[in-house]
């Protein structure tokens, strides 16, 4: 608490007081004073004196009254004014731009944000502004064209002898760029701007914002004529006084349903923002929202240049570009008046953030559409079971489906192989099985393609001792192994980067001999060569696409059937769309099945399956998947081949209601870690005790984390359950101390709604 006191400040004509986020110094407000002549609005970036150097801030409250009056009033003001330097109130030096950075609803989503998953308010805000925006880069490429107005209007000012000589320049050479006319007439952007604001010529800033859309060719689309079920979903979309759930089967035709939903939002004079999975921001996705609003169109992505960033997020935020097309955080893009909030395949577990603010913008974004009064739709053909609970148990969201792909065309015909009985006897499971092999051989006659999936990159996920068996683990993190990547001879640890050559001889018996097992995608691929020696093959995982447009690249080489095989990672799972696949192959569907800690393990499974079989038969020609997996008998795997979702779904909840998993209880996790693991669970123990004390949560005896060890870091868990997530929010917020946020021993991490529980 602060010491009430009464500031010298407050007599100062016209000031007002504001409310300052630094973002160096989180955990902390600033309170300045806004002389009445900078015109300070909420929302505005602002350079304020902090100590003995200036810094940006962004004013998130403005008072009249100054807090250090004994009379404080609003409840709220309390809470967000306080932590002031205690001598006075030193004053705001500049406005950045008088257009506010972030609306009042924006400020407003922040604070929700803040209290719900109990991070700092300067952390949430931070996390609203991409780091070019945040640092203020590459303001070079402003530039200004001046025009001479003529005939110049009636009762100018008199001009000087020198203004007129310079005007009747500027007149002669039909005006040109700002720089240029002073470097030719010898003279500078204050005498130009001068005559400016005399009324003889105009000067205005010249647009030429790096787009990142440039140079590729996009034919306009024009809205399709709707099938029934996309004129239904559309209508309910329109006239739904909560958010939407557009449940509609792979290649149902949603994006046209978003495109039309967007256009009547553009209609009604407002913008709006479309999520999709970081994966699928492919060059494919955007082209289809761009060629259907062309220039209204903004990309934010973490794979543009900072420039690119920049200048698209002040496109945005000036109103000039009202369609917003990007990952997580353009949740937070700047769209004056928003009027639609889209969040494609909501169910993607990429909408998490996985640091602090460990936010989901599937739930950020069905807020920020209650703020601003925006509608908000959550598509997918494999929805969350959150969300389909809220859709269908609570009415919280109003349920449109597309139960059908569009023209008819059938989903695939799914075949499950038993790897077990594809194995010879005493041999190794096969990478491929025979009905597989067959498959991929007929789509090679017949010219079409194939997707082939294993989530898993590199060589060989174990590299272990031909002689003890024991495997090569990472030195940094626990329990994980290493795995081999036979391309440039390394042995890498996936979690932390950590790589090293594979040792002459095994750390634990001496032996020299190592044996590679199990396969990632790497092996796949040599295999593949092997039995098919005359198919063309692109591989994509993260090891294959470092480049910046490597993946686009890859991608527009499949489509052109450069490669009769895309071989991929999760990353070719989603939202990508060729009409001459005809295959799937998902070379081990129970990967996931197995992971004893999650409990959504079943539910990640059916998801894959489900989105990696839609990629097959999405043109005229029908498709085909074949899932090999070790457990054809599981529930999760056998609804996903039924493409049964609803099956799935009701099962599923079942099982949750019974042992009160999310989506029953909200669950939380809280890990600690730090070098010391001693010191590490004390602090998990502790923290149990004192979260014990607070009513209606059930904390589970803290453990430690699946994943025991990471970058050097011991780590401890504890799971916290509870009826609502302000609960636990609340409660860690009290029972955690300041120092375990922040401090040098054991940090404590909160994970409000966890997704990765490792
Ligand atoms: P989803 O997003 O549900 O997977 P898409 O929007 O990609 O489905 O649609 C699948 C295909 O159907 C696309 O090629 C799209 O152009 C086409 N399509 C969608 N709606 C219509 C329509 N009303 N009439 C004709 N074709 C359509
Ligand atoms: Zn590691």
């Not at 698209?312 to 097309?325: C, L, P």
């Not at 640890?493 to 396969?519: D, V």
């Amino acid at each position: 608490m602060t010491k009430r006191q009464t500031c010298y400040n407050c007599a100062m004509d016209g000031t007002m007081y504001a409310q300052v986020a630094i973002e160096q110094v989180p955990g902390q407000l600033f309170t300045y004073a806004a002389p009445g002549g900078l015109g300070v609005r909420v929302g505005q970036c602002v350079t304020v004196p902090w100590r003995r150097v200036y810094r940006r801030g962004y004013v998130v409250a403005l008072a009249a009254e100054c807090p250090y009056a004994p009379r404080r009033r609003e409840a709220e003001q309390e809470e967000l004014f306080g932590g002031a330097p205690a001598k006075g109130v030193k004053a705001i030096e500049a406005v950045e731009d008088p257009l506010p950075y972030f609306s009042e609803k924006t400020i407003a989503l922040l604070r929700w944000m803040a209290a719900y998953y109990d991070v700092g308010f300067t952390l949430a805000l931070r996390s609203a502004l991409p780091a070019p925006v945040r640092e203020g880069r590459s303001q070079a490429r402003e530039r200004f064209v001046v025009a001479p107005i003529l005939p110049p209007p009636p009762r100018l000012p008199p001009l000087s002898k020198r203004q007129k000589a310079l005007y009747e320049d500027i007149v002669r050479v039909d005006g040109g760029l700002l720089a240029r006319l002073c470097e030719e007439f010898k003279t500078t952007p204050a005498t130009i701007r001068r005559l400016a604001a005399m009324g003889y010529v105009s000067c205005e800033r010249l647009e030429a914002p790096r787009n990142p859309l440039a140079g590729r060719r996009i034919l306009p689309s024009r809205p399709l004529p709707l099938t029934p079920s996309q004129a239904r979903a559309l209508e309910a979309i329109l006239a739904a006084d909560r958010p939407t759930l557009l449940f509609g089967v792979t290649g149902s035709g949603k994006t046209e349903v978003y495109m039309q939903a967007i256009a009547k939002t553009l209609e009604e004079g407002r913008g709006a923002v479309v999520l999709v999975p970081e994966i699928s921001l492919t060059p494919q996705t955007v082209s289809r929202f761009a060629a259907r609003f062309g220039g209204q169109v903004a990309v934010l992505h973490s794979a543009l240049s900072d420039g690119e960033r920049h200048d698209e997020w002040h496109r945005i935020r000036r109103g000039q570009a009202r369609v917003v097309v990007g990952p997580r955080s353009a949740v937070f893009a700047p769209v004056p008046s928003l009027g639609l909030i889209i969040v494609d395949e909501e169910h993607d577990t990429g909408y998490k953030q996985d640091e602090s603010p460990r936010y989901s913008a599937r739930d950020v974004a069905v807020m920020r559409a209650h703020l601003e009064g925006a509608r908000c739709v959550l598509g997918s053909a494999t929805p969350s079971l959150e969300s389909w609970r809220n859709a269908t148990e609570l009415g919280k969201y109003a349920l449109a489906r597309l139960p059908e792909r569009v023209g008819g065309a059938a989903l695939p015909a799914v075949s499950l192989i038993d790897l077990r009985q594809a194995a010879a006897p005493g041999q190794p499971l096969p990478l491929f099985s025979p009905p597989l092999i067959d498959a991929l051989r007929l789509r090679l006659e017949r010219g079409e393609q194939a997707i082939l999936f294993l989530n898993r990159r590199g060589y060989a996920p174990t590299y272990q001792c031909a002689a003890c068996g024991e495997p090569l683990r990472c030195p940094r993190c626990a329990p994980a192994r290493l795995t081999y990547h036979a391309k440039d001879d390394t042995l890498r640890c996936h979690l932390c980067g950590h790589w090293e050559r594979p040792p002459t001889r095994c750390p634990a018996c001496g032996a020299p001999l190592f044996k590679p097992l199990g396969a990632g995608t790497q092996r796949v691929e040599q295999a593949l060569a092997k039995i098919l020696p005359q198919a063309r093959v692109i591989r994509m995982d993260a090891d294959s696409t470092g480049r910046r447009h490597s993946h686009d690249e890859l991608l527009a080489a499949f489509r052109a059937k450069e490669a009769d095989v895309l071989l991929g990672t999760q990353m070719i799972a989603k939202g990508l769309d060729f009409p001459n696949v005809t295959l799937v192959g998902i070379l081990s569907a129970d990967r996931s099945l197995n992971i004893a800690y999650d409990f959504r393990a079943a539910e990640r499974t059916f998801q894959l399956i489900a989105q990696v079989s839609g990629r097959a038969g999405r043109g005229v020609l029908p498709g085909e998947v074949v899932v090999q997996t070790l457990q054809p008998e599981h529930p999760a795997v056998a609804a996903a081949c039924a493409c049964d979702y609803e099956r799935f779904a009701a099962d599923e909840l079942a099982l949750r209601r019974a042992q009160n998993l999310p989506p029953y209880a909200r669950l939380a996790t809280l890990t600690f870690t730090g070098e010391d693991p001693a010191a590490v669970e004390r602090a998990a123990r502790e923290a149990a005790h004192a979260l014990g004390r607070f009513p209606g949560l059930e904390v589970a005896p803290p453990l430690p984390a699946p994943l025991e060890r990471k970058e050097d870091r011991w780590r401890w868990q504890l799971l916290i359950k509870a009826a609502t997530a302000q609960r636990i929010a609340r409660a860690c917020h009290a029972a955690i101390p300041q120092e375990r946020r922040l401090g040098p021993g054991p940090r404590a991490l909160l994970d409000v709604d966890a997704v990765f529980l490792a």
